[in-house]
């Protein structure tokens, strides 16, 4: 009895073992776009006159490759009450730069980018950030009562619809951590962020040790830019899953008013950011 048994296992695994089919899946391609990186962040403190554009062609989702720069463009961001134009300059890799950025909460700016006969334009709101309270470290307020996380406490503005996104970056590591907020529930009260890293043998990610040094960025953000890190954030956490859902194409503000069918990547925001550099204990 036990012995049939185990043939028929046996039969079992090696029809499987020895039946394996190739599955070719047609991955659908389209020709590079610009991706336009134009993140006019104002921190606390600073006067805010030194920003940078980064601009760089897309590639094949599947082809690791190391980013195309694109240079030879025409970069300016126009405050739209006053007009006042603000050139940034080419460094021949990809980024742009100026060092006479006058930034305005609550101002609307647009941005022009003109490459190979064709303009984008992107246009957006200055928005401001809560000043941060406090930084410390607990055990006991995430998933694994053993393991250290850093929490930041930040007062929300009563009686106006905020948005804000965080970003942690344990210093070493290549990729931050990003939290998308708004206030629909914390309306006017101190708003708590919990970050804690779980160890994960198959993502090699560790827990936070004594000694970590982590860099915290609180932005405060509009609420189209929320909506659009919100989608991102939720497609960046399937990475890795064969059967999760397969990316959409997330399109963000910038546009080509040259030729609307060929949409740019990336976006335009212009966002007030309270930084702080917390070490582990």
């Not at 195309?68 to 739209?80: E, H």
């Not at 250290?148 to 942690?168: C, G, H, I, R």
Request: net charge negative.
């Amino acid at each position: 009895m036990n012995r049939n048994l185990f043939t028929v296992v046996l039969l079992f695994i090696l029809g499987f073992t020895s039946c394996t089919d190739v599955i070719e899946v047609e991955v659908p391609t389209a020709p590079p776009r610009l991706v336009i990186e134009a993140s006019i962040d104002w921190r606390k403190g600073t006067s805010g006159n030194f920003q940078r554009v980064k601009l760089s062609s897309s590639t094949p989702f599947f082809e690791n490759l190391q980013d195309s720069p694109v240079t030879g463009a025409q970069v300016k961001i126009t405050n739209d009450t006053d007009g006042t134009e603000f050139q940034f300059q080419d460094e021949n890799n990809g980024t742009y730069f100026t060092a006479s950025f006058v930034p305005v909460i609550g101002q609307s700016y647009t941005l022009q980018v003109d490459h190979e006969g064709e303009t984008y334009i992107a246009r957006e709101t200055l928005t401001p950030v809560a000043e941060i309270d406090s930084v410390f470290q607990s055990t006991d307020n995430g998933f694994d009562q053993n393991a250290l996380e850093v929490n930041v406490l930040f007062t929300d503005p009563a009686n106006v619809p905020n948005f804000y996104l965080a970003k942690f970056l344990r210093q070493g590591d290549l990729l931050p951590t990003l939290f998308d907020i708004k206030d629909e529930f914390t309306d006017g009260n101190q708003i708590r962020i919990i970050y804690e890293r779980i160890e994960n043998e198959e993502t090699g990610e560790m827990e936070f040790e004594p000694g970590d040094v982590v860099e915290i960025d609180l932005n405060g953000i509009s609420s189209p830019y929320y909506d659009f890190m919100r989608l991102l954030i939720e497609q960046s956490g399937n990475s890795g899953n064969l059967f999760s859902t397969i990316p959409a194409e997330i399109k963000g503000n910038c546009i080509n008013v040259t030729d609307p069918d060929h949409y740019p990547y990336g976006y335009f925001r212009l966002t007030e950011v309270d930084k702080r550099v917390y070490t582990f204990e």
